[in-house]
Nanobody, 123 residues
Framework: QVRLVESGGGLVQTGDSLRLSCAVS???????VGWFRQAPGKEREFVAT????????SYADSVKGRFTVSRDNAKNAVYLQMNSLQPEDTADYYC?????????????????WGQGTQVTVSS
């Protein structure tokens, strides 16, 4: 059974950093993992994704240069390092396991989702 658990969210100030973690049980090393976020009253949006071996990544324009996604296949974990956080980054952040080995940005390609972790950035 596949299970994803996010951690590392919290309340920070503008300009601060946070590192989100996603622990995955079950299938992992052969599949891409993505991070998505959903702000109150808004649709879920793509943030970042990393392919099955960590060799390729893709980012939303809004986070490019500030966020870094990485994975440790030996630990069945994926990370999202978030720097220079802004109030507009406030959202619930979700990690998701794809059915593909490649980087994909659409949520329709992700079969398994975590429960989310909340990130709040105060101005």
């Amino acid at each position: 059974q596949v299970r994803l658990v996010e951690s590392g969210g919290g309340l920070v100030q503008t300009g601060d950093s946070l590192r989100l973690s996603c622990a995955v049980s079950g299938l992992f090393s052969n599949y891409a993992v993505g991070w998505f976020r959903q702000a109150p009253g808004k649709e879920r949006e793509f943030v970042a994704t990393i392919n099955y071996n960590g060799g390729r990544t893709s980012y939303a324009d809004s986070v490019k240069g500030r966020f870094t996604v990485s994975r440790d296949n030996a630990k069945n974990a994926v990370y999202l390092q978030m720097n220079s956080l802004q109030p507009e980054d406030t959202a619930d952040y979700y990690c998701a396991l794809s059915e593909s080995r490649l980087v994909v940005t659409s949520p329709q390609y992700y079969a398994y989702w975590g429960q989310g972790t909340q990130v709040t950035v105060s101005s």
